[in-house]
């Protein structure tokens, strides 16, 4: 790329996102960030956590990707179903975080819905058990509850989701809708109606207008296996309706003015791509995007010599026999600024398509965030968005 296109990428002036004016403001009550896999969400959701509750709010951070970053980031020997508390905070906020246990929030539904026995007897059906642990979709589900139990407790003003990576990040938001085509299917209402019927007349209803589906299925599956299956079907109304109704509630809430979806990415085309594709999904589904964090974005410190000039340098001593040290480094700068060039042109690529998207761009940091004062920095860096614009 030219001097001219090299300046041109770094004059482009972007609006900027201003992302402790949203965790200050007590009307944002959710924040959700969302990105594809290996661009440093799970370290912005934290980050982010973190420097909330040093600023006086009352936090917790929720992840849904199964890395373990985010509990030994903030000293904490594991994450699980249970907010834990974090210690090491500064400030006169709290910090909790915990790692989503799909299975372990489904048994709570159960619990939580279902008389003992019949949870007991859905607990320990087959087909409960693979639902619960495999099912496609379960996660998302699982998220979308996890979420609205935290909302609904009011222990924490802030609450900080870290969603799993790449495009199904956003599967979650087709919870309720999925959930109801599941429920509402030609295979389960057929399954459900003899337990719905009640005792003989159920058998008469299934051998009447069932039968040769039922003989069928009891040939593929076996009697032992339609029966589990009856079973669990037969206690789905009662215990997944209500599901489906906090499901819809918590797409409402996800909507609503005090939820703000910040979307993470690096400078890279895959990352940028997959960043656009979140940008007009959120916007189709009237989703409130705050702006776009892009991390891990290489700053050239001396950016007023050109590759093109810092290379003809270097060549120039190298031809001459001299000052071997200095050409290296100017071969150095070259290539950082051949890397910070091609990263802007990624960037132009988005800005271009979502000029009024506000933008936080990340420093690239020396090393990796293992403990909370590299969580400290990453926050003061999204701060930090003087001339990064």
């Known amino acids: 790329m030219s001097e001219r296109s090299e300046r041109s990428v770094r004059q482009r002036t972007v609006p900027v996102l201003d992302l402790d004016a949203i965790i200050d403001d007590p009307g944002t009550r959710i924040v959700v960030c969302c990105g594809s896999g290996g661009v440093g969400k799970t370290t912005t959701a934290a980050a982010l956590g973190l420097r909330a509750a040093e600023r006086g709010r009352s936090a ?21 179903n249970t907010p834990r508390p974090v210690a090491g905070v500064e400030g006169e906020g ?4 915990m ?21 007991r007897q859905i607990l320990t059906n087959p087909f409960y058990q693979s639902l619960s642990s495999s099912f496609s979709g379960t996660q998302e ?39 109801g085509r599941f ?7 057929l399954l459900m109606a003899p337990a719905k019927a009640g005792g003989r007349s159920a058998f008469k209803l299934l051998n009447a207008g069932f039968g040769i589906v039922a003989g069928a299925m009891t040939k593929l599956l076996g009697a032992q296996v339609l029966k589990d299956l ?22 409402r809430l996800l909507q609503a003015p005090g939820t703000a979806f910040v979307v993470v990415a690096a400078p890279e085309r895959d990352a940028m791509r997959e960043a656009s594709y979140f940008v007009e999904r959120l916007a189709e589904e009237r989703m409130p995007l705050a702006g776009l964090v892009v991390n891990r ?23 001459r026999g001299e000052h071997e040290l200095t050409s290296a480094v100017l071969r150095l700068h070259a290539g950082r600024m051949q890397l910070a060039t ?25 090393e990796d965030v293992h403990d909370l004062e590299g969580l400290r920095r990453v926050g003061e860096l999204l701060a930090a968005q003087q001339g990064l614009g």
């Open 94 to 97: 709290r910090l909790h975080a």
């Open 183 to 189: 429920l509402d299917g030609r295979l389960i209402r």
């Open 99 to 119: 790692m989503l246990d799909m299975k372990r929030t489904f048994d709570e539904i159960i619990e939580a819905h279902a008389d003992p026995e019949r949870a």
């Open 297 to 319: 974005v290489h700053l050239a410190p001396a950016a007023m010599l050109s590759a093109a000039r810092s290379t003809a340098a270097a060549e120039d001593l190298e031809s």
């Open 60 to 80: 917790v951070v929720l992840t849904v990707d199964p890395a373990r970053r985010l509990a030994q980031s903030m000293g904490l020997t594991e994450l699980d």
């Open 230 to 251: 009856q079973t669990f079907v037969s206690a789905l109304d009662a215990v997944f309706g209500g599901f489906r109704v906090r499901a819809e509630q918590t797409y």
């Open 141 to 179: 589900y699982m998220a979308m509850e996890k979420l609205g139990q935290l909302r609904r407790s009011g222990d924490w003003d802030l609450i900080i989701v870290d969603t799993p990576p790449s495009r199904s990040a956003l599967d979650f938001l087709d919870a309720p809708e999925r959930l």
């Open 342 to 366: 091609r990263e802007h042109r990624e960037q132009e690529h988005f800005l271009s398509a979502h000029p009024t998207v506000p933008v936080a761009r990340v420093p690239a940091m020396p």
